[in-house]
C-alpha cells in the first residue's frame, strides 16, 4: 500500500488550516495608534534580525552544498539537504511573521475580552506548530516521491538539524544578551521597571522573545519529527523488510494521525468559560493524543499486522506527555523546589544558587528514567525487535504540532504584556495578560523539557541507524574495544564544550550589550527622563551582529567533531562518540532548562510573596535568573539540536567512511 | 619469578620512612602556650571528627560484611573487604595525627626561617603521600601471598572504595559547611576577617582542611591505586597468562618503583635558596619521574619481555603529569581565565559565575584528551593488546605518593597560616605563610585534577576487567542492543543525581551553621567584643553531625544502584551503566574542581589586584567563590570515588550476576 499520496494530502490539510488561522489573526484590530507603533518596532526588529541571520545560515549552506555536490556522485543528496535546511528556515519564518501579528492583536483583545485575547495568541501559536508538522511530512512524503530510497533522503533530515541549530543559537545568543543588558542597567541600575520604553534594550528584548523562543524552537522541533521520519523509514527497509512498502508507510502515517490530531486538538482549544487556560490545553492535549492512539493503533495492525507495535508507540506517546509531571514538580510556581530556592535568597546569592544547582542536577533523572523506560519497554514489548525502539521513537513526535502550539503561545502572551505595559493599555480583568504570561512560561518550560526528551529518542535512533549502516556490532572486543571506550568518553566530552562555548557567547553579546545601554543613558540624559526616545534599532543591531558571530564557533563544532573523528579514527570512534555525546548532551540540556526555570520562578515567587522589590532577597533571586537564562535559554535548547546534528551528520558522511 | 616479597619489602620501607618523617616533625618546638592552644582545639576537633565519622564507616562496614558473608561461601572475601577498608581508614588517621602536629610547627618555625617552616610543612605531606602508597602495596603483596588469586581480592579495593567515598564525602561536607557558615556570618555580615579567634565557626573551618582535604583525599588515592593494582593483576591473568607469574609481578614491581622513587623526590624537595616552593616541588617530581621511568622499563623488559609495555607505562605517567600544564592554564592565579572572572565581577555576580561556569565546562578537556590519547597511544603501540591500556592506567599511578605529599602540604600550611593569624605570630619574612598557602592551593588543585584523570584510567579498566569476566562483548546487536544503550543512559544520569545530592548536602549543613554562628553573636554579644570566647565544640559538633548523617544518601546511590540494576536488568545493562557512569563522572568532576578553583582564585585576584574589600566587586567574588566550594570540594571529588566504587561494587556482585 503506497500511502505517500495521503502523508502529502494531510500536510497539504494542516497548511491550509495554519492560512486560515493565520488569515484569522490577522483580521483582527491593531488598536491605538501607539501600540501598532511599537509593534512595528518589534516587527522591523525582528525583520532585521532574521534578514541577517537567514544571510549567514545561506552562506553555511553554500559552503557545505559544493562540498556535497564533489563528494556524492548522486545530486539528490546535495539537492535534499537545501530541501531540507530551506524548509526548515520557511516553518521557522512563517512563525516568526504570525508572533509578530498575533502579540499586538492579543494585547488590543484584552481591553475588551480575556477569552478573546487567549484565542488570538493561541491560534497565532497554532499557525507555528502546525506548520512544523505540515511542511516537516510535505517535505518527506515529496522527496520519498521522488526518490523512493529513505537512504538518499538523509541530507533533508541534516539540512534541517544544521539550519536549526543555527536558528536556536543565533536566536537564543540574541535575546538572552539583550534579556540579560536590559535588566542589569535598566532594573538594577536605573531602578526602571521592565518593559519600560526608556530603556533602549527593550524592543531587542521583545524581539529576542519572537526570534529566540519561536523560530529557534519551530526549527528544532521541525528538525526533530524530519529526522525522525527518515531514520525511521532507513530503518523500516532494513528490518522490516519482508514488508516492503507498508513498513516505510508506518512512519509516515503516524506522522499524519499526529497532524489531524493536532488539528483536532486546536480547535478543542478556547477561551473555554469557568476553565483556567492552561485547563484548555490540557483538554486539546487530551484530543490529540486520543487521535493519535487510534492512528496508531490502525497503522500498527493494518501496516504491520503486529499489535504490540502500538504499544511501544503509545509507551513513546506516554512517556512524552509524562515529561510534564517533572515540569509540575520541579518549575511549579509554588512546587518545593521553586519556594526552597526562594527562601535560600534570603541567605544571600550564593545559597541560593547552590539549592538551585542541587535541584537543577537531580531535575533531568524524571523525564530521563521515563523515556528509558520506554525504550526498554518497546524492547521487550516487541519480542526483542529494534523496531520495537522505532515505534516508541515515533510515539514521542506524535502530539509535537499540538505542543509547539502552546510553546509559540508563550512569546506571543509575553510580548502582548510588554505592548500593553509600555502602551499602558488598560485590560478587561486585572492581571489577564499576566495570567496569561505565566501561562506561557510554563508551557515553554514543558515544550523544552519534552523535546529534550522527544529529541533524546530521536538521537538514539539516529545512533542505531548508524550502527546499523556502518555494522558497529563488528568491532573487535565489543564495548571493550578502547576504540569504542576513547570514542564514547570523548563523545561525552564534546556537549561540555559545547555548553562552554554557548554560555560565554551569550556572555559576550550580554557585556556589549550593557555598554551600548549605559552609553545611551549617558550621552543622552532626555530618555531617562522620558522627553527623548532612545535608540531601540542600535541595539537591535548590536544584538544582531554579535549573536550571528558566536554563534559559528559551537555551530561548526557540531558538524566539524563527527567528520574529523570519523575520518581520522574511523567510523567505529565515530559510533562511540555519537553514543557519548547524546547521554551528556541528554542530561545536561535538562539540567540547564530546568534549572534555568526554578531560578525564574523563583524570581517571581519573591516578588509575589515577598513583596520584596529592592532589597537583598530580591537582588539575590534576580541574580540567580540572571545566571538561569543562558543555561535555559541558549546552551539547553542547543544541546537538544546539537545532539542530533552530530548523528545526523555522521549518517551523511557514512559513505565516505565506508571508503577507509 | 614470584616478586612479593620485594612489593612487602618495598612498603615496609615506606613506612619506615614515615615513621622517620613524623619523629623529625614531631620533635620539632609547637611555639608560644596560645599556639598550642589553639593548635589543641583543632587536635581536639578532628580527634572529636574522626572518631564520630570511623564509627559511623563501621557500622556500614558490617552491614556489608554479613551479607558478604552469607553470600560467598569463601571467607577471604569478606575478609579482604574490611582488610581493605580498614588500611584506607588506616593511611586517613595517620594523615590526620600528623596534620594537626605540623600545622602548628610549621608556623613557629616561619617565625625564624621559611626555609624551615617549607620543609616541616612538607615533611608532614610526605608522611600522608608514603603512608598512601606504602599501606597499599604492604595490603596488596599480603593478600596475594595469603590468596594467591586477585579475583579473590576484588573485596580489598571495594572495601578501600567505601571506606574512600564516605571519608571525602564526610569530610568534604563538614569542611565546607564549616567554611562557608564561617565567611557567610563573619566576613559577610559582622565583617571580621579570615581566621578571626572571634569566629565560633573558625576551629571548625581549621579541622575541616585536616579531614577533607587531608583525610578524605589520601583514601580517594589510596583506594585508586589498590584498585589498579588488584584489576592489573586479575587482568595480567586473564590476557597474559602465558607469562605465568611474571605478568602477575607487573603491577607490583611497577608499583614498588613508583614508592622508591616517591621517597628519592620526598628527600629533594627541601627549601632550596633561590627556589620557589613550587618550583622545589618540580624538582621532586622529577626525580620521581626518572626514578619510575627506570623502574617502568626494567619492569617492562625482565617481566613481560616487551618494551613496548614501557612505552605504554610512560605514555599514562607523562599524561598524568601534563594535567599539571591544564591546572596553571585555568587555575593559575594570573591566568587568562582567572583575570576575566575577577574582570567580569565588575559588573556583578551573575555575569561573573556565568563566565566562570563557562570556563568549568571547557575546563575538562585538556586533561581528558591527555588521558583518552595515552589509553589510545597504548593500544596501538602494543599492537592492539587491552594490556597496553592496562600497562598505561599503572602509568599514571606511578607519581601518586609524591603528589599526594604535595597535596597535604596544601591544608597543614593552610592550618599554619589560620593558627599564626589567630595567635599573632610574627613571621621571619613578610607573607611566607600566605606564599606557602597559595601554593598548598595550587598544589592541592593539580591533585584534585590529578586524582581525576588518574581516577579515570582506573575506573575504564575496571570496567574492562569487569567487561571480561561476564564477556560484555556477547550481547545481542552488540553496542546497539537497547540493553545496553538503556544502561548507559542512565549511568550517565547516576553522576548527576549523585552531584545534586552532594551539592545540597553541604548546603544543608551551611545552613545549619550559619543558624549557630548568628545564634553565639546573638546570644552572647562578649563574643563579637573579644571578651568572651565563643563556643567553638559546639560548632565542632554541629558540623560532625550533619556531615555524618548527609554523607548517607550519596554514599549508598554508589553501592546499591549497581546492585538493582545488575541484578533487575541484568549483567549487560549494568555493564553499560558502568561505561556511562564514568563518563560523566569523569568529566563533572574536573568541572566542578576546576571551576571552583577559578572562582576561588579569582576572588584572590580581585583581593591582590584591586584592593576592594567592602566593594560591590569583592562581594560578587566572593559569592562567585562560595558557589565553587562545594562543587571543587565536595561534590567533585566524591564523584571520583564514586565512579570506581560503582565500578568495584559490580566487579565484586559477579558472582551473584553469573548465575541469574
Chains 1, 2 share one sequence.
Request: net charge neutral.
Amino acid at each position: 500500500m503506497d500511502l505517500t499520496w495521503l502523508a502529502f494530502a494531510v500536510g497539504a490539510l494542516a497548511m491550509f488550516i495554519v492560512a486560515y488561522l493565520a488569515w484569522s489573526v490577522n483580521k483582527e484590530p491593531v488598536g491605538s495608534p501607539e501600540m501598532a507603533e511599537i509593534a512595528g518596532y518589534i516587527e522591523e526588529g525582528a525583520r532585521t534580525f532574521i534578514k541577517t541571520q537567514y544571510k549567514t545560515i545561506s552562506i553555511f549552506i553554500a559552503l557545505m552544498f559544493f562540498p556535497l555536490v564533489i563528494f556524492f556522485s548522486d545530486l539528490r543528496i546535495p539537492a535534499s539537504f537545501v530541501f531540507g535546511a530551506s524548509l526548515s528556515l520557511l516553518a521557522a519564518y512563517i512563525g516568526l511573521r504570525i508572533a509578530v501579528k498575533a502579540n499586538v492583536r492579543t494585547s488590543n483583545a484584552a481591553a475588551t475580552s480575556s477569552a478573546k485575547a487567549f484565542t488570538i495568541a493561541f491560534r497565532g501559536g497554532a499557525v507555528v506548530g502546525l506548520s512544523v508538522v505540515g511542511l516537516s511530512i510535505i517535505g518527506v512524503s515529496l522527496l520519498f516521491w521522488l526518490y523512493r530510497d529513505p537512504t538518499l533522503m538523509v541530507g533533508f533530515g541534516f539540512g534541517a538539524s544544521l539550519a536549526a541549530l543555527f536558528a536556536q543559537l543565533g536566536g537564543g545568543i540574541f535575546t538572552k544578551g539583550a534579556d540579560i543588558g536590559a535588566d542589569l542597567v535598566g532594573k538594577v541600575e536605573q531602578r526602571i521597571p521592565e518593559d519600560d520604553p526608556r530603556n533602549p534594550a527593550v524592543i531587542a528584548d521583545l524581539v529576542g522573545d519572537n526570534v529566540g523562543d519561536c523560530a529557534g524552537r519551530g526549527s528544532d522541533l521541525f528538525e526533530s519529527i524530519s529526522d525522525d521520519y527518515i531514520t525511521a523509514m532507513i530503518l523500516s527497509s532494513l528490518l522490516m523488510g519482508s514488508l516492503g512498502i507498508s513498513a516505510l508507510m508506518f512512519p509516515l502515517m503516524l506522522g499524519a494521525s499526529g497532524i489531524i490530531g493536532t488539528i483536532l486538538g486546536v480547535f478543542a482549544v478556547r477561551g473555554w468559560k469557568k476553565i483556567k487556560p492552561i485547563g484548555s490545553f490540557n483538554i486539546g492535549l487530551l484530543v490529540t493524543a486520543a487521535t493519535c492512539a487510534l492512528g496508531a493503533f490502525l497503522s500498527s495492525t493494518i501496516l504491520l499486522g503486529d499489535i504490540s507495535m502500538f504499544y511501544a508507540v503509545l509507551s513513546g506517546l506516554v512517556a512524552s506527555l509524562a515529561v510534564g509531571l517533572a515540569v509540575q514538580y520541579y518549575i511549579g510556581l509554588n512546587s518545593r523546589p521553586v519556594r526552597r530556592i526562594a527562601e535560600a535568597a534570603e541567605r544571600g546569592p550564593a545559597l541560593s544558587i547552590l539549592t538551585g544547582l542541587s535541584y537543577a542536577f537531580q531535575s533531568p533523572i524524571v523525564p530521563f528514567v521515563s523515556v528509558l523506560a520506554s525504550i526498554l519497554f518497546s524492547y521487550y514489548v516487541t519480542n526483542g525487535s529494534l523496531y520495537g525502539v522505532v515505534a516508541a521513537n515515533l510515539g514521542t513526535d506524535l502530539a509535537i504540532g499540538m505542543i509547539m502550539s502552546s510553546d509559540a503561545f508563550g512569546p506571543i502572551c509575553d510580548n502582548a504584556a510588554g505592548i500593553a505595559e509600555m502602551a499602558k493599555v488598560r485590560t478587561s480583568e486585572g492581571g489577564i495578560l499576566e495570567e496569561l504570561d505565566a501561562t506561557g512560561n510554563t508551557t515553554k518550560a514543558y515544550t523544552k523539557a519534552f523535546a529534550s526528551a522527544s529529541g533524546t529518542v530521536s538521537a538514539v535512533m539516529i545512533f542505531i541507524t548508524y550502527g546499523e549502516l556502518v555494522q558497529l556490532y563488528s568491532v573487535g572486543h565489543g564495548l571493550l574495544s578502547p576504540i569504542i571506550i576513547v570514542g564514547l568518553l570523548l563523545g561525552c566530552a564534546l556537549p561540555f564544550l559545547f555548553s562552554s562555548l554557548a554560555i560565554g557567547a551569550t556572555g559576550n553579546t550580554a557585556y556589549r550589550m550593557v555598554d551600548e545601554v549605559r552609553r545611551q543613558f549617558k550621552e543622552n540624559p532626555g530618555i531617562i527622563e522620558g522627553k527623548v526616545k532612545p535608540d531601540y534599532a542600535r541595539c537591535v543591531d548590536i544584538g544582531t551582529k554579535n549573536a550571528l558571530r558566536e554563534m559559528i564557533a559551537p555551530g561548526l563544532l557540531a558538524v566539524v567533531s563527527p567528520i574529523i573523528v570519523g575520518l581520522v579514527f574511523g567510523k567505529f570512534a565515530l559510533g562511540g562518540m555519537l553514543l557519548g555525546g547524546l547521554g551528556t548532551s541528554a542530561l545536561l540540556s535538562p539540567t540547564f532548562t530546568f534549572g534555568g526555570g526554578m531560578w525564574d520562578n523563583a524570581k517571581k515567587y519573591v516578588e509575589r510573596n515577598f513583596w520584596m522589590k529592592g532589597t537583598p532577597t530580591h537582588a539575590a533571586a534576580v541574580i540567580g535568573d540572571t545566571v538561569g537564562d543562558p543555561l535555559k535559554d541558549v546552551a539547553g535548547p542547543s544541546l537538544n539540536i546539537f545532539m542530533k546534528l552530530t548523528n545526523m551528520t555522521a549518517l551523511l558522511i557514512i559513505p565516505l567512511l565506508m571508503l577507509t
